[in-house]
């Protein structure tokens, strides 16, 4: 069975809203979560590191302020894209990583989200 | 720094055929390599990995070998079929938990 839960699979947003995108672990306790960003016939980008209890660990040249992420529990993180814009239409994908002694070095992966900005 | 480098696509193979992906990596240390496989519409599963030097990850008919002398970690399977038809994402993790994605790879598989 699925080992993380994304939610919603699919949103299309008038630009200037925000959207909440769910990520959650459901085999086991994460201390870190991962957020991907993934544009058509094209790799993933890590995007920020996901740390429960602790500020969000984002890579360059992606907007704190804009991408929002909230790691409150051991098995849920939140990525809010603030007042989208077209140009942040996409396919964002979550990833659980196990806590240290809790088994095999792996992430698993979410079936994403995929974001329509009108 | 670290990165992942694999052979462009789309690949295109009839049912039965063999299939190779190739992709090569830049890392310091020692990293372990992985192959994720996209299906249209859907996220990432990991189809194999390795951890060190002359393991050979495994699954579903796939597999991949990693070779340090040559920095590389090459899919193979000796028969695709139809359902094989996805992107396939070569990956390293070095000593942070973060993953190194390739470009991926499409595969398509005709009848």
């Known amino acids: 069975g699925a080992v993380v839960s994304q939610h919603p699979s699919r949103v299309i947003c008038k630009s200037g809203t925000s959207v909440k995108i769910e990520c959650r672990s459901l085999d086991f306790q994460a201390t870190t979560m991962f957020w991907y960003r993934q544009f058509p016939k094209q790799s993933l980008m890590l995007m920020a590191t996901s740390n429960e209890g602790s500020k969000a660990t984002y890579e360059q040249g992606v907007e704190k302020d804009k991408f929002l992420i909230n790691h409150a529990s051991l098995t849920l993180s939140t990525l809010t894209v603030t007042s989208a814009h077209p140009e942040d239409s996409s396919f964002y994908i979550c990833?659980?990583?196990?806590?240290?002694?809790?088994?095999?070095?792996?992430?698993?992966f979410g079936a994403g989200t995929r974001l329509s900005v009108l | 720094g670290n990165s992942v480098t694999q052979m462009e696509g789309p690949v295109t193979l009839s049912e039965e055929a063999f299939l190779t992906i190739n992709c090569t990596y830049t890392a310091t240390g020692y990293p372990s390599l992985f192959w994720y496989v996209q299906y249209p519409g859907e996220g990432l599963q990991l189809l194999l990995k390795?951890?060190?030097?002359?393991d050979k990850g495994s699954n579903k008919g796939f597999e991949a070998t990693y070779r340090k002398e040559t920095t590389s970690f090459h899919l193979e399977k000796g028969s695709v079929q139809v359902s094989d038809s996805a992107v396939y994402f070569c990956?390293?993790?070095?000593?942070?938990?973060?993953?190194?994605f390739g470009t991926g790879t499409r595969l398509q598989v005709f009848p």
């Open positions: 990956a390293l993790s070095g000593d942070t938990d973060k993953l190194i």
């Open positions: 990833s659980v990583h196990r806590g240290p002694g809790q088994g095999p070095n792996i992430q698993y």
């Open positions: 390795a951890t060190k030097a002359d």
